[in-house]
Nanobody, 116 residues
C-alpha cells in the first residue's frame, strides 16, 4: 500500500497550490479520502474529506470556500486545490484513506509554506 503526496511547496499569501495524492495497493474506489494537516506541537486536523464516489464533501471552517477536494478514481488520485492561501495554512499536509471496514492508510506528508 502506498499513498504518495506531491505538490507542496512555498508560496506567498494569496497564492495557490494543488496537492495530489496517488495511491496504489488497494481498491481506491472503496475508500473515502481525506486531507489532514499538522503543525509542530499540534494535533493533526481534518482539512477536507470526500466520499468514495465523490458526491459528499466536508471541509474545515477555516478552509471552506478556499480549498476544494476532488478525486479521479480512474487515476487513483485525490487532489486538494488550495486558493487564497494564508500564512496560517502553513503545515505538513497528509492524505488519508479509510474504508467502510475502517482500514486506514496515511501518506508521508508534503510541506506547504505560505509566507506573508
Amino acid at each position: 500500500v502506498q499513498l504518495v503526496e506531491s505538490g507542496g511547496g512555498s508560496v506567498q499569501a494569496g497564492g495557490s497550490l494543488r496537492l495530489s495524492c496517488a495511491v496504489s495497493g488497494f481498491i481506491f474506489s472503496d475508500y473515502a479520502m481525506s486531507w489532514y494537516r499538522q503543525t509542530p506541537g499540534k494535533e493533526r486536523e481534518l482539512v477536507a474529506g470526500l466520499s468514495k464516489i465523490g458526491t459528499a464533501t466536508t471541509y474545515a471552517d477555516s478552509v471552506r470556500g478556499r480549498f476544494t477536494i476532488s478525486r479521479d478514481n480512474a487515476k487513483n488520485t485525490v487532489y486538494l486545490q488550495m486558493n487564497s492561501l494564508k500564512p496560517e495554512d502553513t503545515a505538513v499536509y497528509f492524505c488519508k484513506a479509510i474504508s467502510i471496514g475502517n482500514s486506514v492508510y496515511w501518506g508521508q506528508g508534503t510541506q506547504v509554506t505560505v509566507s506573508s
